[in-house]
């Protein structure tokens, strides 16, 4: 019986595939079941699969219809013949040394659950600049700590709540799998697995590698499902919204939510308002400059045109969570430069105020990035009363706000503040901005 079961979903990967499971075969711990589940993959992944099985004994292919990455995962728990699991997504890659060091302290500590911490590297397996990750160390916890450092760490709790960079005790599934079709899967198995676990050990030595993506059109579009969806449902009663109103922080999902409706705009046969809501302490779209500037802080993807307030800028350490960017996609960026939709900026006592009266009335916990745009609809819907206008509001509500419960509890305490970046300090980082003669506003 092996040791350890890698875990491998595949689907449509064909570009980072062979890099992947090459970073898994190479590993320094030999003793590896390698489990491939092609999630019904339409592309060449079956094929590369099958090819990988040939050249590697450890390795096993299980093709199956395409169920989506629970249901792929949940196949190769199955499947697995490990005493212990891990899990890689088939874009991603392991560091060299990682499952013998994820072995090793599990063997010293005899822990249920090892985590090991991460990098984050571009297409080109190159790094990308960190946030503070320091919160992250080798320490030994239980239950209770990790769920202490989840509440604790803010952004840096992507350690904690996802399911690739852990090696688990595989008896820790004997009655769990991942629940099919639901999205941050991983975080709902999440405090079912922690229960069973007495001894949980954290390396800080990087042991994932995180390929970072484009995160600006290409991610537009694969968002605009959300519009999509949006606009078949308003259609089905009826409903035409006069106002729409999403968070912005790079732009997809913003960009995604109103796509469907700023393509009747575009065509003249249906007038919408559009509102951008960004944070006020990183006020991309409403302070910004429209001009070419790296999409990411590394400076490694091409340059882009888009609002940015430098790709160098360092948002305050607030509440924004995913809207804290320095730019904003090039599409939602030319349509706030042609005059087709508006952009806000909100403080985040304000906008936590607007997610605790929106969570008493509704019984909703928002998370700190949808409650910016419920801040500005609730503005514009006191403005109707006031007015007497009766107006139809379309919002995004874009995730839950139990994962940022220490940022509700400032609130409450009053020690809270807000953070909003003077003309100084942008003059400063846009004397950064790349230049492009001739092509700069």
């Known amino acids: 019986m092996p040791t350890v079961t890698v875990i491998i979903p595949v689907y449509k990967v064909e570009r980072y595939l062979d890099a992947c499971v090459e970073s898994v075969v190479r590993q320094s711990y030999a003793d590896l079941e390698i489990l491939l589940v092609d999630d019904g993959s339409p592309d060449r992944c079956p094929a590369l699969c099958d090819a990988w099985a040939e050249k590697d004994p450890r390795i096993k292919v299980i093709h199956r219809e395409n169920g989506g990455l629970s249901a792929a995962r949940n196949s190769g728990i199955d499947a697995a013949m490990g005493e212990f699991l891990l899990f890689v997504d088939s874009d991603d890659l392991l560091e060299p040394d990682a499952v013998r060091r994820a072995v090793d302290a599990q063997r010293q500590q005899d822990a249920d659950l090892v985590i090991f911490n991460l990098t984050y590297v571009d297409e080109e397996n190159r790094p990308l600049p960190q946030p503070d990750f320091s919160g992250f160390t080798d320490e030994i916890l239980d239950e209770d700590g ?52 007495k001894t949980i050990a954290c390396l800080a030595a990087p042991g994932y590698r995180y390929v970072l993506g484009s995160v600006l059109n290409q991610v537009l579009l694969h968002q605009s499902v959300i519009g999509l969806e949006t606009k078949t449902a308003l259609d089905k009663y009826g409903v035409v919204p006069d106002i729409i109103i999403g968070c912005a922080g790079g732009g997809s999902n913003l960009g995604g ?96 105020e607007a997610a605790e009266q929106f969570a008493r009335i509704e019984g909703i916990l928002p998370a700190p990035e949808s409650s910016h745009a419920i801040r500005v609809a609730i503005d514009e819907a006191v403005k109707c009363r006031e007015t007497g206008e009766a107006k139809t509001i379309v919002f995004g509500l874009t995730g839950t706000g139990y994962f940022d419960m220490v940022a509700y509890e400032k609130f409450h305490n009053g020690e809270m503040s807000d953070f909003i970046p003077s003309d100084a300090q942008l003059a400063e980082s846009f004397a950064t901005l790349p230049q492009v003669p001739g092509l700069d506003d």
């Open 146 to 197: 990790v769920w202490q450092r989840c509440f604790a760490l803010a952004e840096t709790r992507i350690y904690y709540v996802v399911a690739w960079n852990k090696l688990y005790r595989r008896s820790l599934f004997q009655h769990l799998r991942y629940a099919p079709g639901k999205r941050y899967e991983d975080q709902f198995l999440l405090p079912h697995l922690l229960a069973q676990c």
């Open 257 to 352: 939510l109103i796509s469907p409706f700023m393509g009747e705009k575009l065509r003249g046969e249906r007038d919408y308002r559009f509102i951008a809501v960004e944070p006020a302490s990183c006020p991309s779209l409403t302070r910004g400059r429209f001009a070419y500037d790296f999409c990411d802080t590394g400076k490694v993807c091409p340059l882009a045109k888009m609002y940015t307030l430098g790709s160098g800028f360092i948002p305050s350490p607030n509440h924004a969570g995913g809207l804290r960017y320095h730019g904003m996609s090039s599409i939602v960026s030319q349509l706030y430069h042609d005059g087709y939709m508006e952009a806000r900026s909100v403080e985040q006592t304000k906008v936590f």
